[in-house]
């Protein structure tokens, strides 16, 4: 993991699906937990999506407070 990968959670936009729009960062734990039960898609989102699942299944979202601080300005 790099902090480029944890800046796209904080950028980087649903591309499908019932949160389509919302940012990866910010997809509710049940959603991420249905991805990790059937399979994350392929590629990129892939990785960002179990990145996230991760992180919100540890309670390490304060991680990313940082970052959303700064992409707010």
Do not use: C, S
Request: aromatic content about 8%; overall charge positive.
């Amino acid at each position: 993991m790099n902090p480029e990968t944890l800046e796209l959670l904080v950028t980087r936009q649903m591309p499908f699906g019932k949160y389509q729009g919302r940012l990866i960062a910010d997809l509710p734990g049940h959603y991420l937990a249905w991805f990790a039960r059937q399979g994350f898609p392929k590629g990129e989102l892939g990785g960002l999506l179990a990145l996230m699942h991760e992180i919100d299944h540890n309670g390490l979202g304060d991680l990313l407070v940082p970052l959303r601080q700064k992409h707010r300005t």
